[in-house]
């Protein structure tokens, strides 16, 4: 079956260390995303790439980090300078970026990172 | 300042009526809007796409409209299922001047189909 697989479901960590989100996908998708979900607001845009070995802020970049040296993956690093790590994050992918041919987004099931 | 609302209150429905949710947009001048479904601990699952020039759109149970001069997609689900719980989220991409395109979320609105 293709799809997006997140690992691990739940992930917990101590403040201070920074730590590292996988995500996988066997769609064959140039573009990938990751979203973070906070309670009560809309899903927030964290990074963006259209293609291996390039990528892009989105609206809440700092304090992250990012690679994108295969097209299968996009492993999001979330360092110890992120002030608000605690959350829930979403991978997605589309076939080309959205807008160019009206893509949806295809989510993984994401990750529960809890930092104490 | 830009805004997306989507009623933040769960609404709760009978098995059988018709469920409808608002998406509400402010400042926004969207090319298409996307509705997506998300169950708790999950990612969300993409139902349906409509363009700006497209006032319905339908998908068996599912039915969207958009009207731009109102700024507003209604999302209903006829003959609603306990099954059809969930969080529906609604999405604007929008075709930025610069090059390029962002798509942005609603904080989601929670059905809760009973029996």
């Known amino acids: 079956d293709g799809g997006i697989t997140q690992s691990p479901k739940y992930l917990f960590r101590k403040e201070g260390q920074n730590v590292t989100l996988s995500c996988e996908q066997n769609l064959n998708h140039d573009a990938m995303y990751w979203y973070r979900q906070d309670p009560g607001q809309g899903l927030r845009l964290i990074y963006y790439?259209?293609?291996?070995?390039?990528?892009q802020k989105g609206d809440i970049a700092e304090g992250y980090s990012v690679s994108r040296e295969k097209k299968e993956s996009f492993p999001l690093t979330v360092t110890s300078a992120q002030k608000n790590p605690t959350a829930f994050y979403l991978c997605?992918?589309?076939?080309?970026?959205?807008?160019?041919?009206?893509?949806?987004?295809?989510f993984g099931n994401g990750t529960r990172l809890t930092v104490t | 300042s830009q805004k997306i609302e989507q009623n933040s209150e769960a609404l709760n429905i009978q098995e059988g009526k018709t469920a409808t949710l608002t998406c509400n947009y402010t400042?926004?001048?969207?090319?298409?809007l996307q509705w997506y479904r998300q169950d708790p601990g999950r990612g969300p699952v993409f139902l349906l796409l409509i363009r700006e020039n497209e006032k319905e759109k339908r998908k068996e149970r599912l039915k969207v409209t958009f009207d731009t001069t109102l700024k507003q997609s209604l999302f209903h689900i006829t003959a609603s299922q306990p099954a059809d719980s969930a969080t529906y989220l609604c999405a604007l991409d929008l075709l930025l001047t610069g090059g390029g395109n962002k798509l942005t979320f609603g904080t989601g609105t929670q059905l809760k189909v009973e029996l």
């Open positions: 997605a992918s589309s076939p080309l970026l959205t807008g160019s041919n009206n893509s949806p987004l295809h």
């Open positions: 400042n926004y001048s969207p090319a298409y």
């Open positions: 790439s259209q293609i291996v070995n390039d990528f």
